[in-house]
């Protein structure tokens, strides 16, 4: 009968070590994923609204100097935009502020419009240069919005951006 105690008792243990192991090892894994998920959830402190075309060279100056000057995630397209269907919600969630290079061409391209008004729904900091070409607005001599987009590479309304969310973002910029 003691040896039979003895057994038992030798089992449980075993059972609790290997019970014990288990859940040392699954919640490592879950740590491990856990990890590997936020690193792809990577969160920027600043975001570089530009038009390409007018303006990439300055923006990537603006980086550059960012950088130097302390300033350690800073979201660029060129350099960290991997989906384009993402820009909008990086900058809803993942961006503490965002700078607006407000060149001639900026307000015509639906990418930066959705940029300021994503930024703005999520009251992200907006900070704005205003470039030299640039060319102030009447938003209220514009009849529609519309007008002022060229939406030939993207529909505003495919990302649920309405033209009054564009208005009113627009005024609140100008």
Request: one cysteine or more.
């Amino acid at each position: 009968a003691e040896a039979d105690e003895a057994s038992v008792r030798s089992l449980q243990g075993f059972a609790t070590g290997c019970t014990i192991i288990l859940s040392c090892t699954l919640l490592l894994a879950s740590l491990l994923m856990l990890t590997k998920f936020c690193r792809h959830r990577e969160r920027f402190d600043k975001f570089i609204c530009h038009h390409k075309a007018a303006s990439a060279a300055q923006a990537r100056l603006l980086k550059t100097l960012l950088k130097a000057g302390g300033v350690h995630d800073v979201f660029i397209d060129s350099d960290n935009l991997v989906d384009l269907d993402c820009l909008f919600d990086i900058v809803k969630f993942r961006v503490g502020e965002v700078i607006v290079w407000l060149s001639g061409q900026l307000l015509t391209r639906p990418w930066c419009v959705g940029e300021i008004v994503s930024a703005k729904l999520t009251h992200n900091r907006l900070m704005v240069v205003y470039c030299e070409n640039f060319v102030p607005i009447q938003l209220e001599d514009v009849a529609d919005v519309r007008c002022l987009l060229d939406e030939s590479t993207c529909q505003l309304s495919n990302y649920s951006i309405t033209y009054e969310m564009v208005l009113e973002a627009l005024q609140s910029l100008l």
